[in-house]
């Protein structure tokens, strides 16, 4: 069975259509991604409902960040983490109209937790790839996934160096620079996602879309679907540390 890193179950109406569809599909295991308080709490309930088939991950997305939230979320995330096999999502984004200072703030604590606590990080970095790459380098953390790489090349080899992966998702259908780094990046530091329910070309995705990304990352490599399916699986396991969980 496959595994898929990425989605946002707590958005979607219906979990439980979703993750048979999946299951059809193949796709075995899914990791649910935070983004504020309350989908943090939803994905902890969702682990809870789905054992085995959805792994829990808490964060605070730098779109849901708030000034007067912040406190109050950070705690709760220092909480729940020892529960979940990761830190996400959290990064920074500086296209959003939120002030970068207090992105960087609240995400150079969020990563301090992840050190604390010897959990993976899964890194939103739209726009801010640099930025983000240098905040997790500098607080030591182990291991981290660049969500939905889209940024330098350079900067790429840089994280890549450092022993971090990239996350691909459906847009290798159409993104010249989500392409252009799933081209570089060997396979072995490759997560595939969905980013679900984010819409590709107007279509809103589901966990069953992960095979669209493990189709076209098969091109891109010129490599079977099935050695991607296999490679990005163990890929996943190993990045989440699944075996102590």
């Not at 979607?12 to 059809?24: P, S």
């Not at 150079?108 to 790459?133: N, W, Y």
């Not at 291991?143 to 290798?172: K, M, N, Q």
Request: with cysteine; proline share 5%; charged share 20%.
């Amino acid at each position: 069975m496959l595994m898929l890193i990425d989605a946002h179950l707590d958005a979607i109406d219906d979990v439980n259509a979703a993750l048979e569809q999946a299951r059809r599909a193949g796709i075995g295991q899914v990791v649910a991604m935070g983004m504020e308080m309350r989908s943090n709490e939803a994905n902890l309930r969702l682990a809870a409902a789905y054992p085995g088939r959805v792994w829990p991950a808490v964060g605070y997305h730098p779109w849901s960040l708030q000034a007067e939230q912040a406190a109050a979320t950070l705690s709760q995330v220092r909480e729940q983490l020892p529960r979940c096999v990761a830190l996400g999502e959290v990064g920074l984004d500086y296209k959003v109209k939120v002030p970068k200072k207090f992105q960087q703030e609240v995400f150079g604590q969020l990563l301090a937790l992840a050190v604390e606590q010897d959990k993976p990080v899964v890194v939103h970095c739209r726009f801010s790839h640099q930025r983000a790459h240098a905040m997790v380098r500098a607080a030591g953390i182990r291991r981290a996934v660049f969500h939905w790489y889209s940024g330098p090349l350079e900067v790429l080899d840089a994280l890549l160096a450092d022993g971090y992966f990239i996350s691909t998702t459906p847009a290798l259908a159409y993104s010249p620079p989500h392409r252009a780094a799933a081209e570089r990046a060997p396979i072995e530091r490759i997560l595939v996602e969905t980013d679900t329910p984010v819409s590709y070309q107007g279509r809103s995705s589901r966990p069953a879309d992960l095979l669209q990304t493990i189709e076209h990352l098969g091109r891109i490599k010129q490599i079977s679907m099935d050695a991607v399916a296999q490679q990005t699986a163990t890929n996943a396991c190993g990045f989440y540390d699944l075996t102590k969980i």
